[in-house]
């Protein structure tokens, strides 16, 4: 009975601590980014976050322009941006830094979910909240996901090195879930798009 015990927290202990699920590098997409229409609503069961990890500082937009947070200091920028983005603290990493990322999907739903590709890209601010213009670059990661079980969580990590020429200010991270058919000439079904997942912020050089 102890050796069941032993081994029962041993399996558990290795669920609760499963390194995340790595994109490949710099890769093309398998597949397009499918379009939301008008009528388009995420799936209700579903929750989507982005965890930004190593960055530099912080940026905070207001009504006097960008402020960036680094060094034990605080550097003022010209750029302004709609009141919706006011007074959140933004990551902050460097042109020629890499940053490091994180997409958490969570199925609030007792069922599975399968076969979903999810897919990560990197893109200027679009301050109507749409699709923005692709960072330049390796700016998208993608994953496969046999299974999401119910109640749990998939947690894929990828890396984004913003290289020189980049222009400085907001982006976004645009996240997309996709439930494919293997073996099946039927389109993918959009579950859930969401172009400001995330935001973070290279300063001006």
């Not at 692709?134 to 998939?154: F, M």
Request: charged letters at 20%.
């Amino acid at each position: 009975m102890k050796g069941l015990l032993r081994l029962s927290m041993i399996v558990a202990l290795s669920i609760a601590f499963a390194a995340p699920a790595a994109a490949q590098e710099c890769q093309p997409l398998s597949g397009p980014v499918l379009k939301a229409g008008k009528r388009f609503k995420n799936m209700k069961h579903v929750k989507v976050w982005i965890e930004y990890l190593d960055a530099s500082g912080y940026t905070v937009e207001d009504k006097a322009g960008i402020h960036y947070h680094y060094n034990g200091g605080v550097h003022s920028g010209a750029l302004l941006y709609p009141e919706s983005y006011w007074y959140d603290n933004y990551p902050l990493y460097f042109i020629g830094q890499t940053m490091r990322y994180r997409i958490h999907v969570v199925n609030l739903d007792k069922r599975p979910q399968h076969n979903l590709r999810v897919t990560g890209i990197q893109e200027y601010l679009a301050f109507n909240g749409k699709d923005g213009k692709d960072l330049p670059g390796c700016s998208s990661a993608e994953w496969i996901v046999p299974q999401l079980k119910g109640k749990g969580e998939w947690v894929g990590e990828a890396k984004y090195y913003i290289p020189s020429g980049t222009q400085p200010g907001l982006d976004q991270t645009h996240v997309q879930i996709q439930r494919f058919h293997p073996g099946a000439v039927s389109p993918p079904q959009l579950l859930w798009d969401d172009a400001q997942a995330g935001l973070f912020c290279p300063p001006e050089e």
